[in-house]
């Protein structure tokens, strides 16, 4: 039998009246995912009892403070030193390289220069919509 996840079960015992018909029907019917919600439903409540925070210094403006401190990050040796490696190895087989391009015909270059451009905007459009689901799930609480 497949159970219900957290999220589901948690939105169950916060709101059940927005939730859809599968859920409550299999809530009804399953004893693992009612203990479950049970188990939710005494933290929810030992989380509403529980008196909010008092500090007696101001959180907001330490917070604020954090931001915008400007840190000044340590310079990458070990990513320069790659850099100059391959900056010299590309002097240094600078013939090769131009041989290589100039060797192939312009219309593999060009197919080769629009599938990774094909890959790539795939590659950026599979980010982008992973970006926006984590955005999602953030947006909830």
Do not use: W
């Not at 859920?23 to 509403?48: N, P, Q, S």
């Not at 100059?84 to 391009?101: T, V």
């Not at 080769?112 to 992973?130: C, E, P, R």
């Amino acid at each position: 039998m497949i159970h219900l996840t957290d999220m589901e079960i948690q939105e169950y015992v916060l709101d059940k009246a927005t939730c859809s018909p599968d859920i409550v029907a299999h809530m009804k019917t399953c004893d693992t995912c009612r203990e479950v919600a049970g188990a939710y439903e005494v933290l929810f409540v030992g989380m509403k009892a529980q008196e909010a925070a008092v500090f007696d210094f101001d959180v907001s403006a330490l917070v604020l403070r954090e931001l915008h401190r400007k840190e000044r990050k340590p310079i990458p040796v070990f990513a320069m030193l790659i850099s100059i490696l391959c900056a010299g190895g590309c002097y240094f087989f600078r013939n090769d390289i131009y041989g290589l391009f100039t060797g192939i015909p312009p219309l593999l270059l060009y197919f080769i220069i629009v599938s990774t451009a094909a890959v790539a905007l795939f590659l950026l459009a599979d980010m982008y919509k992973g970006y926006q689901q984590k955005m999602t799930i953030l947006n909830r609480f």
